[in-house]
């Protein structure tokens, strides 16, 4: 059946194909380590076109370079052409003809490569023999050119001379032909081809294969010139650094000269020595090493270290000992220093005054300066009393302008009205007629005397009820404050901020008094201000109020205040509305500011950023050494030290609005202090109640004060996570009175003992099992059942223990008195003896006050 399938005849012929091309072949490849691989070759036929008739001719090698074609022959005559032979079918490769036709191709690639390296290698060699050639033509050529322009006399006319490249560029010499005849031919500087390291010559002899394009690309690109050769002119190659020569040329030196080495000349430096240095800073700014400073000054007698300072003097001796020129400074170099700088007479134009009105609380001082605004700030104060520094101003019938301060009343609030006082011109006192002089009338009237500024006597409240104006007129003599009415020089006015009575004549007292001392400044200079106040708003920042002095404060000047610095964003007057510059006794907000500074801070204005910010560091810097300086101990704070740590410590973290208003709760707080208890502030702060502050008191187990501020929501839940004890309050006294009832409840409280009598042991006798009963002999007071009694011995106690049983003839009694005799059980304790004394007392316990 198989049989009859393979010899059925098929109904499709086959395809019609080309003859094949492709011949394949195995190429056995063997490699060191007995590995070995077989791969596949495919060789393709060459089709070979013969001219008709004729029978193609084997494969032969590649035929050499033709040599020069001959001479041409002689003419010869033409023969007849030779008749075609007829076309042989050639044979049919086999198996080790394919074979042999491979090695053979294989052959003729690598004698046909070497052949062709052969080619380039000497195209190259006579290139450059070439080039050789042309460069000594055109060296004799220059050389012949120059000897005859040497010969030949001066041209009258200065010819341009080109000047030579000295890289190995190809140049063009091309001369200008004025006779219009033909330009002279272009000659060529030869360059000189880059030689190949033998060692790749011979690499590239070597290879079998036929080089890479990369590798062809870089031999046919190495002749070739470029801009960075021509620029560079070593061929490419990398050139040495000048530091790198340098070096050499040294190291050259050095190896050449040996010991005969000039010395170097020691450097004179200036050196800027301060007040006080340490060591090491005077031997950074000498360039000296430090430990040659600690020997020299070990040989002055002074055995110092490198960390520690030293003076002035002694840094100049160290620097004229090393041959160097000294330049002292002192702190003034650095900070600013306000008094020193004088204004001119000339410079100088009127200003309004600055009035501060002072006196005690509840006197009517925000009520007389809203009567003379026309506003009504005293209904915003927290208990009707003034805790802050106010500052406006008040414009006159007559055009004049008056500056007035309002300064708190309360006995904590002394610092605010000192500061009041300084920056003042005039202080009016307000004194109310039914309540007369009262205590901070009184350190009014001292800061007034201190501050030396004139003063005015308002006498307030005179349409009340039992007002009485010459009483009080009377009650200021006891200061040497005497009146006009009174033949003295203060003037006095009696007013009514209530039913706005005497305003005009008080307005034309101070006019008088400021003409009077010819208040002037100089608005045309940098400004200086005076901090009044200064909080940390939450919208805006750090805000300060300040009182121009002198100069004009303006947006955009750069300053520094205290240990802060800054630049002004913005102006604010007492109205809320934003200026552009304020003058010599104008009230304004700054903002603007890095930090808040201390109230009585002087504000100046500085040339750049630059230096405010160096003034602001060192006086930062100045009050942290101020802040950690060590007292020297002696016996006085020795002892003061220990009974400091004896005493107990209220921790406390203070929040406050306004600077001013958180100095006067430290200083109250201090004032309650006693030497049981002592209050340590663990900050005091301007702003709202931050989460920082919250840890803070969590952590020490503090109250946290806040006094017009509140905490934000973040700071809310941790105080409620934490159980921290907040304390709000908006009146001082308040909170004054609140802390030293929790103070003297830290305390617990306070024990008194009485002493009710004294007894003296006669003889001990047996009571029961283990008792002892004592006999006594009452020598004073009384002796009662049940009290606490003191067992003393030759003046030593005992025991301490209380009456259990009280004895007279076989009678149990309450008391017995002096000069009778009795018969007592102790508590506790059967250690009594003949002789003893018996001291009996009662405990009483008291609430304890600071």
Known sequence: MSDDTNNKPTLTRK?????????????????????????????????????????????????????????????????????????QPAPRPTGNDMLSRQERQAKLLREAEEARLSMLEESSRRETEQRAQRAEEERQRAQANREEAAAAPPPPVAEAVVPAVTAPVETVAEEANTDGAAPAPRRFTPVEAPKRPEREREEVKKAPHRPTRGAADDRRQSGKLTVTRALEGDDGARARSLAALKRAREKEKRSHGGGNRQVQVKQTRDVVVPETITVQELANRMAEKGSDLVKALFKMGMPVTINETIDQDTAELLVEEFGHNITRVSDSDVDIVNDEDVDATETMKSRPPVVTVMGHVDHGKTSLLDALRGANVVSGEAGGITQHIGAYQVKAKDGSVITFLDTPGHEAFTQMRQRGASVTDIVILVVAADDGLMPQTIEAIKHAKAANVPMIVAINKVDKEGANPQKVRERLLEHEVVVEAMGGEVQDVEVSALKKTGLDTLLEKLALQAEVMELKANPDRAAEAVVVEAQLDKGRGAVATVLVKRGTLKRGDIFVVGAQSGKVRALVNDKGQQVSEAGPATPVEVLGLTGVPSAGDVLTVVENEARAREVALYRKEQSTKVRTAQVTPNLENLFDNLSATRAMEYPVVIKGDVQGSVEAIVTALNNISTDDIKVRVLLAGVGGITESDMLLAAASNAPLIGFNVRPNAKAAALAKRDRVRLKYFDVIYHLTADIAKEMAGELGPEIIETVVGRAEVKDVFKSG?????????????????????????????????????????????????????????????????????????????RERTL
């Open 769 to 845: 099992k283990r008792d002892k009963a004592a006999g006594l002999l009452v020598t004073e007071g009384i002796i009662k059942k049940g009290l606490h009694a003191r067992l003393t011995r030759e003046d030593v106690i005992v025991s301490k223990t209380t009456i259990a049983s009280l004895r007279r003839f076989k009678d149990n009694i309450d008391e017995v008195r002096a000069g009778l005799e009795c018969g007592v059980v102790l508590a506790d304790t059967n250690d009594v003896k003949a002789g003893d004394m018996l001291e009996v007392f009662e405990i009483e316990e």
């Open 15 to 87: 395809p019609l194909t080309l003859s094949r091309s492709l011949e394949s072949g195995e190429v056995k490849q063997t490699f060191s380590h007995g590995r070995t691989n077989k791969v596949v070759v495919e060789v393709k036929r060459k089709r070979l076109v013969g001219k008709p008739g004729y029978a193609p001719e084997p494969e032969a090698a590649a035929p050499p370079p033709p040599p020069p074609p001959p001479p041409p022959p002689a003419a010869a005559p033409v023969a007849a052409a030779p008749a075609p032979a007829p076309v």
